[in-house]
C-alpha cells in the first residue's frame, strides 16, 4: 500500500464541488413551466436572484482550496436551523393546549 492512499485514509473525506446542478437550476428557472409554475402559485414570476446567488457562491468556493471549501461547507452545516423544534413533554403539552385547547372532543 502506498503512502498516498494511507494519508489518504487518515484524513476526513473531501466533499466533491460541482455547480452543475446550481447551473441546472438557474436553467431550468428561466424555463416557460418554471416560471408559469410560480406564477400560478404565487400571482408572481420568478425572478431567479437566489438561483444565481447560488451558481455565483458555487463558483466563487471554486477559487478556494479545498480545506478552506471544506471548513465553509462544515460551518455552513452547522449553522442549518433544524426542521424540527424540540420540546420536554411539558412544553409539548403547554404548547398543545395553546394551539388546539379550544377544539373539545
Not at 452543475?20 to 416560471?35: E, G, I
Not at 414570476?45 to 451558481?55: F, I, P
Not at 455565483?56 to 478556494?64: A, Q
Request: aromatic share 12%; net charge positive.
Amino acid at each position: 500500500m502506498s503512502s498516498t492512499s494511507k494519508e489518504s485514509s487518515s484524513s476526513p473525506p473531501h466533499r466533491r464541488l460541482s455547480c452543475t446542478d446550481h447551473f441546472n437550476a438557474l436553467w431550468f428557472c428561466y424555463s416557460p413551466v418554471h416560471q408559469m409554475q410560480q406564477y400560478y402559485r404565487s400571482g408572481f414570476l420568478d425572478n431567479c436572484y437566489q438561483k444565481w446567488s447560488d451558481l455565483v457562491d458555487c463558483l466563487s468556493l471554486k477559487t478556494k482550496s479545498p480545506d478552506q471549501v471544506q471548513e465553509i461547507l462544515d460551518a455552513r452545516e452547522k449553522s442549518k436551523r433544524h426542521i424540527w423544534t424540540f420540546r420536554t413533554p411539558e412544553e409539548a403539552s403547554a404548547h398543545w393546549k395553546k394551539k388546539f385547547g379550544h377544539l373539545k372532543a
